[in-house]
């Protein structure tokens, strides 16, 4: 079981995820892989995604994530911070985002700041 590092407020709705992920071959970018999974587990500073495709720890990744509440998609860069894989053959990660990459990480971070 992870240990909970995460300070901030969690909401739990199920939320659609599209996500992408570089794809550098020997140093050459190869064309990017774009990915679907769920998140029920989402704070101001990370989330936990779950879906088919393997990530590692450590990568990087791209994420457009829709919250219901939202009036639009919010376009973020994460970091893996750990993978498990479910005896279904799916995967659960955390990922941590990345401020300073993150497009949209003001008014992600406003979805937050109301809530306890």
């Known amino acids: 079981m992870q240990h909970e590092k995460r300070s901030h407020a969690r909401q739990n709705p199920e939320t659609s995820i599209i ?53 639009h998609k919010f376009q973020l860069v994460a970091t893996v911070k750990w993978v498990t894989q479910t005896t279904e053959d799916e995967f659960v990660a955390g990922l941590e985002i990345d401020e300073d990459k993150s497009e949209d990480h003001l008014e992600w971070l406003a979805q937050f700041s109301n809530r306890n």
């Open 19 to 71: 996500f992408t992920i570089d794809n550098t071959v020997d140093g050459i970018q190869q064309a990017e892989i774009r990915l679907e999974g769920k998140s029920k587990d989402i704070s101001a500073t990370g989330l936990r995604i779950h879906g088919k495709h393997a990530v590692e720890k450590g990568q990087q990744i791209k994420l457009w994530v829709e919250i219901a509440q939202a009036s």
